[in-house]
Nanobody
Framework: QVQLVESGGGLVQAGGSLRLSCAAS????????MGWYRQAPGKQRELVAS???????NYVASAKGRFTISTNNAKNTMYLQMNNLKPDDTAVYFC??????????WGQGTQVTVSS
């Protein structure tokens, strides 16, 4: 069992920055990958960024150049640094950890609101 707790969401003006954190209850060095999804009202959940256990990162096109995913293995924490935020980035952001055959675990979500 893995518990994930997100933090760092909030209200920010367009062009501003936020850093989301996802603290895991156990080591994040195991498993296949971790990442962030987001879901805006009336829209499907969208994969924003992911990072493999080997450190390879991938981003949705709209996040490239603005968002950076990273991990601190010593703190069992994953981060999403979001710069130059846009109103379209407004959503609930969820972190996940893919543990392979053990399943995928999710955090409870954190709200990000970007005002124009």
């Amino acid at each position: 069992q893995v518990q994930l707790v997100e933090s760092g969401g909030g209200l920010v003006q367009a062009g501003g920055s936020l850093r989301l954190s996802c603290a895991a209850s156990r080591s994040i060095c195991v498993g296949n990958a971790m990442g962030w999804y987001r879901q805006a009202p009336g829209k499907q959940r969208e994969l924003v960024a992911s990072i493999t256990s080997g450190g390879r990162a991938n981003y949705v096109a709209s996040a490239k150049g603005r968002f950076t995913i990273s991990t601190n293995n010593a703190k069992n924490t994953m981060y999403l640094q979001m710069n130059n935020l846009k109103p379209d980035d407004t959503a609930v952001y969820f972190c996940y950890q893919n543990m392979g055959v053990s399943g995928t675990y999710w955090g409870q979500g954190t709200q990000v609101t970007v005002s124009s």
